[in-house]
């Protein structure tokens, strides 16, 4: 069998630390084109990866020996460029958040549904060991009821390991839409989702306090409600300013508590009324575009749902669910009021 032909549109941080290593380390990928606007960084990922480069996306969509694309770029173009290439017959792993509207997501998901070809959010945090444990967990019963949760995603922000620095798109309000909600809290967002079920009520205190020259949020606290009647917050931020920032999340049920991510030792912990405690090692969270990256296992999914025509994990149906609750935090940010996930998001 011949190998998945793969493309990459967009050559920076993300690309570089895990789509493209990623890609290459797959035994049944063939790298062949990398696309980015400023032709150095294309060439340079070309010459290391054996790949064509192009600073035209549409110069690789055209070549028919591609059979999929990851969309690597600024927040505004996702949708664009993912339709596009959906439209051209391309399978498309989309990174996060996958739009920047509602409208937009719909279009997404209609035009997979349209040329009957795959399409996959990159929501990594589904696939961290920690998380698929206390997946586990909680639905064996093992918790009981689950009351409430904190979860946190906070660093000092894009301009640590973004390839433009201060001056990335990242900050950009016409580019990025969103900030560090899009950056972070879109990951945690789909976290709990995961977790505890879909969430019905948003409430949002948002900021934009932490960041020079910035358009864009960069600190925020949201309430969330679930279906099941959990209530927690969902903290993302680039005002953390020291140490290495926050990727926990802790989980308070009826029978004991989960804690993910929050120890420096232990990835997940189990905590139970009756005083027995399970501490489990099951290897570090990756970091999101940040250096140090080890295996995501976000591409390896995405590889192998196209080669054995599998639904991906994070379809463009639950990358959808986890934008509306960005969108409701953002509606509640400016109405004052607690948002119905039921009800129409107005944010575009």
């Known amino acids: 069998m011949s190998k998945l032909k793969v493309a990459i549109i967009g050559c920076g941080s993300i690309a570089k630390h895990r789509h493209l290593p ?124 689950i009351f409430s949760f904190r979860t946190t995603f906070g660093h000092q922000g894009p301009e640590g390991w973004s390839v433009d620095g201060k001056t990335s798109w990242f900050f950009d309000k016409d580019k990025a839409f969103v900030g560090a909600m899009g950056d972070l809290g879109v990951h945690k967002a789909d976290l709990i989702r995961y977790l505890l079920g879909e969430v019905t009520e948003v409430g949002a205190f948002i900021e934009s306090n932490a960041k020079e020259n910035s358009t864009v949020d960069d600190n925020a606290v949201c309430i969330l409600r679930t279906k099941n009647g959990a209530v927690g917050t969902m903290a993302a931020s680039w005002a953390y300013t020291t140490g290495d920032g926050d990727n926990s999340t802790i989980i308070y049920g009826e029978n004991g508590t989960l804690r993910l991510e929050a120890d420096p030792s232990y990835s997940l912990i189990e905590e139970y009324r009756n005083g027995h405690v399970i501490n489990h090692q099951l290897g570090k969270i990756q970091t999101n575009e940040e250096g140090g990256q080890f295996n995501s296992h976000v591409i390896d999914h995405f590889v192998n749902c196209i080669i054995e025509d599998k639904e991906p994990f994070i379809t463009g149906e639950e990358g959808k669910k986890s934008l509306n609750v960005i969108l409701a935090a953002l509606e509640a940010q400016d109405t004052k009021r607690i948002i119905q996930l039921t009800e129409k998001v107005s944010v575009v």
């Not at 055209?62 to 059979?67: H, T, Y």
């Not at 996060?96 to 997404?108: L, R």
């Open 22 to 145: 990623e890609y290459h380390a797959n035994n049944e990928v063939e790298l062949v084109a990398v696309v980015d606007i400023v032709a150095d960084r294309a060439e340079e990922a070309a010459k290391q990866y054996g790949a064509k480069a192009f600073t035209d996306y549409r110069q690789a969509l055209d070549l028919v020996e591609v059979d999929a694309i990851s969309v690597c770029l600024p927040n505004y173009l996702h949708a664009p460029v993912t339709i596009e290439a959906l439209n051209k017959g391309k399978h498309v792993l989309c990174e996060k958040p996958m739009a920047t509207s509602e409208k937009e997501a719909t279009e997404m998901i209609e035009a997979a549904k349209a040329n009957d070809k795959k399409l996959m959010i990159a929501h990594n945090q589904r696939f961290v060991a920690s998380h698929q444990k206390a997946k586990e967990i909680i639905d064996s019963g093992k918790l009981g009821r």
